[in-house]
């Protein structure tokens, strides 16, 4: 009989809270509407680790703070300061995760290091200096098959010279030679529409810089890494 009354007064809690909750994000949504219209639609609301601080998602991926009635709007980093930790890095790195197997691998060429065993992809610009840098060093990295997707947004040359390396016999040869030799890819024409397609998922996934790499485990990282980190990810990946 009391084993039944608590899994009473827990479920009446339980449902209680739901509803609490509810009607806290009817009363935060309502205020921040009429208040700021121009807001752009609301994606989410959940409750933050902080006490009294709302989470607001918009645009899929952007994050702002409120409090529980909305008369406040924040945006900006919330550092865990015990912990030493910025909240909202991490929850936008799970927003914008990619799994590595949902990436459209048709949309990229391949070289292989070794035996290939290890996997990871690489969105890169053929006049990102960074890239190039990060392509020397990638050269010291074995058994591992790279997907480059060709990510052109520095500008014109960036998506003619992709164009050229994508529609060259040898897509990896023009590649390496362009990034590691200096030698301007030749003119070529194709079907080149898969460099418009990463260029609308790197829009999706928020790809703001080049390099940026995925892992097979799906650990994002944005920005050129030397040869013994991508070691330490990969091998990390690969467990």
Not at 86 to 113: G, Q, Y
Not at 142 to 157: A, E, K, R
Request: net charge positive.
């Amino acid at each position: 009989m009391m084993m039944k009354l608590m899994k009473t007064v827990l479920l009446a809690a339980t449902l209680a809270a739901t509803l609490s909750a509810v009607a806290q994000e009817a009363v935060i949504r309502k205020t921040l509407s009429e208040r700021i219209p121009q807001l752009q639609k609301i994606d989410e609301i959940t409750e933050s680790p902080m006490p009294g601080l709302f989470e607001i998602r918009v645009n899929g991926t952007e994050i702002l703070y409120t409090d529980a009635k909305g008369n406040f709007l924040l945006q900006g980093n919330l550092i865990d300061t015990k912990q030493r930790r910025n909240l909202t890095e991490e929850r936008i790195d799970k927003l914008t995760a990619i799994s590595f197997d949902a990436l459209p691998l048709k949309d990229a060429f391949t070289f292989v290091n070794g035996n290939g065993k290890r996997k990871l992809a690489v969105f890169e610009d053929p006049n990102c200096s960074y890239c190039k840098k990060f392509e020397r060093d990638l050269q010291k990295v074995d058994n591992v098959t790279v997907y480059l997707f060709l990510y052109p947004i520095l500008g014109p040359d960036s998506n003619e010279k992709s164009k050229n390396i994508w529609c060259a016999k040898d897509k990896a040869k023009a590649w390496q030679d362009w990034m590691l030799r200096a030698q301007v890819p030749k003119a070529a024409n194709c079907d080149s529409a898969a460099i418009e397609r990463n260029v609308e998922l790197g829009r999706k996934y928020k790809i703001t810089g080049t390099p940026t790499l995925i892992f097979a485990d799906g650990t994002r990282v944005p920005g050129a890494i030397d040869a013994a980190q991508v070691e330490k990810l990969l091998a990390a990946a690969s467990n």
